[in-house]
């Protein structure tokens, strides 16, 4: 083979696979421009382009307010365990204590552990608590889960920091907190945009925690509202479309602004799903 | 499974821990504990000990509202011998080809055509290819849904080449409804297989294939002495994220099929949520979770083991 041959092959896959990517995307895309009236089979370029089905799927599936609670527990949850990680990793990434391996270990089972298998006992305690169908049924399991990630995740920030970042705090007689908040958070924002971006991801995305402690009746997530909304109109091709663009657009906008944190926080030693 | 864990966690990579600590004199060691313990306190009281909860509650039969009775390892058994729930670690097993092997299969191809020359763009077709990654599960299980319906554009596209012989009701069929799951999360986990193989090959020193094709190697011989070996970390994440997320799959299961036709697609995670939250055997349903956990510990810790031992 030679080399233009081995590379006209290689951008060809490369061209193909992106498209493989993408093809489900545009074709829902065009799909939700559709009018809601307008007979769709298969794949079709509306005529006209119309915002109707995103304005009559906004209504009808309550949207405003899924994605509201969204937005607080997804709020919450990344400022909490944002800061409680950062806490964390500093400690396991920089000092030395005693029973310190041990207990990072411990943290380390969160990121592999499916949280399924404490999905039962959480919601009959919830249950019996009152927080079933609140907010705090969702923010503190999903805060918790992340904590796991980020503590992980920080520690390895904090050991890879220059040592004479922190020395130099030392010598001018800093505190750890004002070498942490003075020195060390300016200069680790990437390390923790990265986690924030991946923890806003999953926690907007999750599905199974808000299924399990949100009856409905009350308060409910934008994927949660999306799968009550398919339920009641499955065959309306065109409102589900445009319902599902709603529900995933926040997380697609992040990742247009931050695809490289989306990537490397992936790439480099998330094991959670 | 630490091991897993680090892998490729490049920050801290050979960075040799240095005694002392960062402190003033005037500061205790001790004061770790104060930073570790806020985050400590939340993760115990929402992961540990509702993981230690479950474990109890699998010993027992229990239908979330009476007084549960200690059944020992009865939830267990039927783990393992009830016909409905172990068919459901099958259908888990069938999902993983598809998550896990044909993702990595497919990256390693496209990290192999890559492996001697530098990509221009390489940064516009990763973007694209991670996309299906940040997509919510149930907005892509919905799409696809509409996608592999019975008049959806998957059976059109089949009719208007003349195949429509081919065309199915994919998801209400007994045989193709789990491999069409499985083909979503194929769709799903492509793109991060290929973005991570592929940029580990990138890293690969041109000189190793230099001196490969010196000593006479075809592209495959090249494939299989420098290419694989040099990107075993990065196939052990590949293979870690994947066969997770494949035991893991519950949303695109809930939201393309529900389980059906019958319980052709049932998985782990549904069953358990069925059996604690509907019909009444939360008992059953931690035993599945145990069970869940456990096996997906013992794989991720079996793919790190075996990428150590091909490392000698």
């Not at chain 1, 000092?95 to 207990?103: D, P, S």
């Not at chain 2, 027992?60 to 020992?72: E, K, R």
């Amino acid at each position: 083979m030679t080399g233009s041959v081995e590379r006209a092959v290689s951008y060809g896959l490369l061209v193909f696979f992106s498209l493989a990517a993408l093809a489900p995307i545009l074709g829902v895309i065009l799909t939700a421009f559709h009018d809601p009236d307008a007979l769709v089979a298969g794949l079709s370029v509306p005529d006209p382009f119309t915002v109707e089905s995103f304005r009559q799927a906004w209504n009808e599936g309550g949207f405003s307010s899924s994605l509201r609670t969204s937005a607080v527990i997804t709020l919450t949850t990344v400022v909490v365990s944002t800061v409680l990680s950062v806490l964390a990793g500093y400690a396991f990434g920089t000092m030395r204590f005693r029973g310190a391996t041990a207990l990072f270990y411990v943290f380390l089972f969160g990121l592999l552990m499916p949280f399924e298998a404490t999905i039962i006992p959480l919601y009959f305690d919830f249950r019996r608590l009152g927080l079933t169908d609140t907010v705090w049924g969702v923010i503190l399991p999903s805060t918790a889960l992340s904590i796991a990630f980020g503590t992980f995740w920080m520690r390895a920030f904090f050991r890879s920091a220059p040592r004479s970042l922190m020395e130099a705090a030392r010598i001018d007689g800093a505190s750890s907190m004002g070498t942490l908040l003075r020195i060390l958070l300016p200069y680790g924002r990437p390390a923790i945009l990265t986690m924030v971006v991946l923890v806003f991801m999953w926690t907007w995305n999750d599905f199974l925690l808000s299924l399990v402690m949100l009856s409905g009746q009350n308060i409910l997530t934008a994927p949660l509202s999306l799968v009550f909304f398919q339920t009641q109109r499955t065959t309306d091709v065109q409102l589900l479309a445009a319902a599902s663009i709603i529900v995933a657009f926040p997380v697609l906008l992040v990742y247009v602004f931050l695809q490289r944190h989306f990537i490397r926080g992936m790439v480099s030693g998330s094991l959670k799903g | 499974m630490a091991a897993a864990a680090t892998v490729g966690a490049s920050p801290e990579a050979g960075i040799p821990r240095r005694r002392g600590d960062v402190g003033p004199p005037g500061e205790p060691r001790r004061i770790g504990y104060l930073y570790v313990l806020p985050g400590l306190l939340v993760y115990a009281a929402f992961v540990l000990v509702p993981f230690g909860h479950t474990f109890w509650i699998s010993f027992h039969a229990w239908d979330g509202i009476t007084p549960s009775t200690w059944v020992g390892l009865d939830n267990y058994r039927q783990v393992f011998t009830d016909p409905q729930v172990r068919e459901t670690f099958t259908h888990a097993l069938v999902l993983i080809v598809f998550y896990a092997l044909v993702p990595l299969v497919l990256g390693l191809l496209l990290a192999a055509l890559l492996s001697r020359m530098r990509v221009r763009g390489i940064g516009s077709f990763r973007a694209i290819l991670f996309l299906p990654q940040v997509v919510a599960l149930v907005s892509v299980g919905i799409v696809w849904r509409w996608i592999l319906a019975p008049d959806g554009p998957l059976n059109e596209a089949l009719r208007a080449i003349g195949l429509g012989s081919l065309a199915r009701p994919w998801l209400g069929d007994f045989t193709w409804a789990l491999p069409s799951v499985g083909l979503v999360g194929t769709w799903v986990m492509f793109g991060l297989a290929m973005v991570l193989l592929v940029a580990g090959v990138q890293k690969i020193p041109l000189s190793l294939y230099d001196a490969a094709r010196v000593d006479g190697a075809g592209p495959v011989r090249e494939f299989f002495v420098v290419t694989l070996p040099a990107l075993r970390n990065e196939i052990v994440v590949v293979l870690v994220l994947t066969t997770t997320t494949a035991l893991r799959s519950f949303d695109l299961v809930y939201v393309m099929t529900g389980g059906g036709p019958g319980t052709s697609t049932s998985v782990p995670s549904y069953r358990l949520y069925t059996a604690a939250f509907q019909t009444g055997e939360a008992g059953l349903g931690a035993a599945i979770g145990i069970v869940l956990a456990i096996a997906i510990f013992a794989i991720a810790f079996g793919i790190t083991r075996l990428a150590e031992r091909g490392d000698q």
